[in-house]
């Protein structure tokens, strides 16, 4: 089955470790195969927060990002938001598509609300799920490569995809959410893995950097070292990313380390971690803000012209 793939994501800081392994790396299988789309999500920084803060920096970063991590601009189109006002267009009649209370019960957009630091809740947090089935229908996506958390939001996707059928013409694939089979990394303090929390690592920190935060990493008093994710979830967890980057199973990689405690474990996972991460930051740092900004001008046109098509079709469809 041929695909049209889209994903993307929020310009808010750099990616790391619990990205690459929950949804990047499947990215870059799914670029060989499929028709791909990947969204610098930069009007969405907005509806957590006030202002979009250091944008064109962190627009930058997440470019560079996507490169080092073998992401191929000839392959897939990386584009932004801000540089395709279609999707705003398409946003308009897909709003007229959903109701207040559908937008209300979205557990995502709750979420986000009770952990938002904004004093006053914004229009766009409830409506930006319907400008994401933009994102995702202006370019007829049938496969959505998602985390858990997003799933709410394939699900309005699909349903003003359907709506719009049913009241207009066929003009919409329904898309599918794809989830990651990798195992769920959290931080190496135990809680969620999120760069704002200091517990992440940066695909793009250094190797000095890298060894700091496992150095930092919570473990626990036993000092033979074993793979029991119920009981022990802070060492499996350290095990669980070592096995990712070694392609190895974490039981194996326990038993290797025995008695050697959590010093033995934490210098294997920082020599692991920095020897995987390595080639993709030899690439990173042979790029600068020059090459990023090409591969937007080149996606950003490529996916204009695909959403002028779809913006098109819509108001024909819509009688205007
Ligand atoms: N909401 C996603 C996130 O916060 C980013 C995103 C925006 C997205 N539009 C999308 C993801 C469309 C998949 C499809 O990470």
């Known amino acids: 089955m041929n695909h049209t793939v889209l994903t993307g994501d929020r310009p808010?800081?750099?990616?790391?470790?619990?990205?690459?392994?929950g949804t990047l790396a499947n990215r870059v299988r799914l670029q060989e195969l499929h028709r791909m789309y990947v969204l610098v999500a930069d009007y969405q920084v907005i509806t957590d927060r006030d202002v979009p803060g250091r944008i064109q920096h962190n627009i930058t970063e997440l470019l560079l990002d996507y490169l080092a991590i073998g992401l191929d601009p000839a392959k897939a189109t990386i584009f932004q938001h801000s540089a395709v006002p279609e999707l705003n267009q398409l946003l308009l009649p897909f709003l007229?598509?959903?109701?207040?209370?559908e937008l209300k019960r979205n557990p995502t957009v709750k979420d986000e609300i009770a952990h938002s630091s904004q004093s006053a809740v914004s229009g766009l947090m409830f409506t930006y799920p319907v400008?994401?089935?933009a994102d995702i229908l202006f370019c007829k996506g049938t496969l959505v490569p998602v985390g858990k958390d997003q799933l709410p939001h394939v699900e309005v996707t699909r349903l003003v995809a359907r709506r719009f059928n049913e009241r207009y013409a066929p003009v919409f694939p329904l898309p599918e959410a794809m989830m990651g089979s990798a195992p769920l990394l959290k931080g190496l303090d135990g809680g969620k893995?999120?760069?704002?929390r200091g517990n992440a690592i940066a695909l793009k920190a250094t190797a000095d950097e890298t060894a700091a935060v496992i150095r930092a990493a919570r473990t626990d008093a036993d000092?033979?070292?074993?793979?029991?994710?119920e009981r022990r979830p802070e060492v499996a967890n350290l095990l669980t990313l070592a096995g990712l980057c070694l392609g190895r199973a974490p039981e194996e990689i326990a038993e290797e380390i025995g008695d050697g405690g959590?010093?033995?474990l934490k210098r294997l996972l920082t020599e692991a971690v920095n020897e995987f991460l390595?080639?993709?930051?030899?690439?990173?740092?042979?790029?600068?803000?020059?090459?990023?900004?090409?591969?937007?001008?080149?996606?950003?046109?490529?996916?204009?012209e695909r959403a002028v098509l779809t913006l098109e079709e819509v108001r024909q469809a819509m009688g205007f």
Request: no cysteine.
């Open 12 to 21: 808010t800081g750099p990616l790391h470790l619990g990205h690459y392994f």
């Open 96 to 101: 007229s598509l959903v109701s207040v209370a």
């Open 131 to 133: 400008h994401q089935a």
């Open 193 to 196: 893995m999120s760069k704002s």
């Open 223 to 229: 000092r033979h070292i074993t793979y029991d994710p």
């Open 262 to 264: 959590a010093a033995r």
């Open 278 to 304: 390595h080639p993709m930051r030899k690439l990173r740092s042979s790029l600068d803000a020059a090459d990023a900004r090409e591969v937007l001008t080149a996606g950003n046109a490529r996916a204009r």
